[in-house]
């Protein structure tokens, strides 16, 4: 099956610096890698995606950048505010034996901004 | 706009007993996958539905069963209850493409206590 590396697990940054996280994935065939930003007890929130025919994409602060060479994407953020802290998971989805697709997350990345 | 919906939110139970966890998705999609997200851990997958029908297969236990119905909702029962059960349970929808989904909207969770 798929397996996706993140890190760091932990990061801490100054309101208005940049953040990034990375994520190395192992399946060769995955086209589809999206980032979740969760809060304490909340759910998962999609907050950006992009697929395998895309090499970066923007959304105000955020960036993904996928390479599919080295099967690597990472999560910019821009500009961090403390609202920006939480639980950041990347995730890559890959068909499985049943020829369905299935998400596997990161271990997750703990992204904590001071004012 | 609609959200996946999730009930009950909260839901304690003993050891041994039984649970049924529902999730609505949000409506046309017609896919719905289940996690269980243990403290300071990843979704991990359990089990996904397209049109009805069992898509995949994660790490759900035996213990475990669950189906998707006529009207696309999904029910996770839960049988002989262990403390290592106790989680978040997420239910996410998409909008299946030919069995292969991509962008996955999440529910707000069952937080399944077992004493």
């Known amino acids: 099956g798929e397996n996706v590396e993140q890190h760091p697990s932990t990061l801490s940054v100054q309101e208005g610096d940049s953040a990034v996280i990375k994520c190395t994935y192992s399946?060769?065939?995955?086209?589809?890698f999206p980032w979740y930003k969760q809060e304490l007890g909340k759910r998962p929130q999609l907050i950006i995606d992009?697929?395998?025919?895309?090499g970066e994409k923007k959304d105000q602060r955020i960036a993904v950048t996928l390479n599919k060479t080295a099967k690597h994407f990472s999560l910019h953020i821009t500009e961090t505010q403390p609202e920006d802290s939480a639980v950041y998971f990347c995730?890559?989805?890959?068909?499985?034996?049943?020829?369905?697709?299935?998400?596997?997350f990161g271990k997750g990345t703990m992204l904590l901004v001071s004012p | 706009a609609a959200g996946v919906i999730q009930s009950p939110r909260h839901l304690i139970k003993e050891k041994r007993e039984t649970a049924t966890l529902k999730c609505y998705p949000i409506?046309?999609?017609?896919?719905v996958y289940w996690y269980q997200q243990g403290p300071g851990q990843d979704p991990q997958f359990l089990i996904s539905?397209?049109?009805?029908?069992?898509?995949d297969k994660g790490s759900i236990p035996d213990r475990f069963s669950a189906q998707q119905f006529s009207d696309y909702h999904s029910e996770l029962n839960m049988s002989s209850l262990e403390l290592g059960d106790s989680a978040l349970y997420f239910c996410?929808?998409?909008?299946?493409?030919?069995?292969?989904?991509?962008?996955?909207?999440f529910g707000p969770g069952t937080r399944l206590t077992v004493t």
């Open positions: 992009i697929r395998s025919n895309v």
């Open positions: 996410a929808s998409s909008l299946g493409q030919g069995g292969y989904s991509y962008e996955q909207y």
């Open positions: 399946d060769s065939a995955s086209n589809y």
């Open positions: 539905f397209y049109e009805k029908m069992q898509s």
């Open positions: 995730a890559a989805t890959f068909r499985s034996l049943s020829g369905y697709s299935t998400l596997t």
């Open positions: 409506p046309r999609h017609d896919t």
